[in-house]
Nanobody
Framework: QVQVVESGGGLVQAGGSLRLSCAAS????????MGWYRQAPGNQRELVAT???????NYADSVKGRFTISRDNAKRTAYLQMNSLKPEDTAVYYC?????????????WGQGTQVTVSS
């Protein structure tokens, strides 16, 4: 069984920084893409950033230049460094992991971590 757990959310003032972590554990053969998504109240879940196994990255336009996604393959962990935070970044942030568990692929979400940016 594979699990995905996020951590690092919290309350921060506008202009501040937070670092989120996403750790995958369990019977994992390989991990392909890891990504961060967010969902604000009343909104649909949206892409924030993704990173492939080859470290290619993709960002939403709204976070380019402020957020940085990275990963440590040995630790099966992805990170999201968020700088210059704005009140509109307030949301529940979810980690998504695509990979393989021996004979089958998986697409798993974490439970989410709340990020609140005060003005």
């Amino acid at each position: 069984q594979v699990q995905v757990v996020e951590s690092g959310g919290g309350l921060v003032q506008a202009g501040g920084s937070l670092r989120l972590s996403c750790a995958a554990s369990g019977s994992i053969t390989s991990i392909n893409t890891m990504g961060w998504y967010r969902q604000a109240p009343g909104n649909q879940r949206e892409l924030v950033a993704t990173i492939t196994s080859g470290s290619s990255t993709n960002y939403a336009d709204s976070v380019k230049g402020r957020f940085t996604i990275s990963r440590d393959n040995a630790k099966r962990t992805a990170y999201l460094q968020m700088n210059s935070l704005k009140p509109e970044d307030t949301a529940v942030y979810y980690c998504n992991v695509l990979g393989r568990n021996y004979f089958k692929s998986f697409n798993l979400w974490g439970q989410g971590t709340q990020v609140t940016v005060s003005s």
